[in-house]
């Protein structure tokens, strides 16, 4: 499990922040870099999984909430978390509407698609496996980045692991193919997953080191799932001839 990085109170105020919602206009093209982004919720709900070019943007707040208001555009540069959340908004409806706001502790999250942070609800940011020290509006992306935003249920709690899900992107029609689970504490520390199991295919639960075996009989997307852990990312297999 994570360790938190701040006090549960200003924890709420900066894991909220870690959205960005609508932009006034699209992100300047120049210097723009493809990062993955993952968007998750605490009830296991997967609402983006993908590869996005982000750059800097100019953001609109258009929403009150979160002790913040709608107001003015500002400029994110970019390549930065939410810039690349901003991106995938324009081009993806799963992740629209955003609604955002903005105040003292930057941009808050109002919703994304049908989701919205409430009651004790907080959106952790985590960079390659590993919790970001800082917001979205100021945490990096270079390219091949992995992203990820989780709704976690409350921030009186530790957020969970986040899984991993290494697999082949490519297989003959029922082959049996080794896959391997993984998973990551917010400190980036990584540990062999048993007891998950792989959607998307059939199989069986993997092993103390985190290893099982899967047949393939067509192009399928594979999550692994466990528990309360967030669910893994998606790996798309396509079916060699």
């Known amino acids: 499990m994570t360790n938190r990085i701040t006090s549960p109170a200003l924890g709420l105020l900066l894991g909220l922040t870690l959205l960005l919602g609508l932009a006034a206009q699209p992100a300047a093209a120049g210097n723009r870099v493809a990062a993955n982004l993952r968007v998750v919720t605490w009830k296991g709900q997967i609402i983006f999984d993908g590869k996005v070019k982000t750059g800097t943007a100019k953001i609109k707040p258009n929403d009150d909430c979160l002790g913040g208001h709608a107001g003015p555009a500002r400029t994110v540069t970019g390549p930065t978390a939410l810039g690349l959340l901003y991106q995938a908004s324009l081009r993806y409806k799963a992740l629209q509407p955003l609604k955002i706001s ?139 001839k």
Do not use: H
């Open 102 to 240: 903005d105040g003292d502790f930057g941009f808050g999250i109002c919703g994304i698609a049908d989701v919205s942070a409430k009651n004790k609800e907080w959106w952790v940011l985590r960079r390659n496996n590993k919790d970001s020290m800082s917001g979205a509006e100021t945490t990096r992306v270079k390219a091949g980045d992995t992203i990820l935003l989780y709704l976690a249920r409350t921030y009186e709690d530790t957020a969970p692991d986040s899984l991993v899900l290494n697999a082949p992107t490519k297989a003959r029609k029922g082959a049996r193919v080794k896959v391997r689970v993984f998973s990551f504490t917010g400190a980036g520390k990584r540990t062999p997953v048993e007891g998950a199991r792989v959607f998307g295919a059939k199989g069986a639960l993997t092993d103390a080191q985190g290893y099982t075996y899967l047949t393939i009989n067509g192009r399928t997307n594979l999550v692994a799932r466990q528990g309360s852990l967030i669910p893994s990312n998606r790996v798309s297999v396509s079916i060699r």
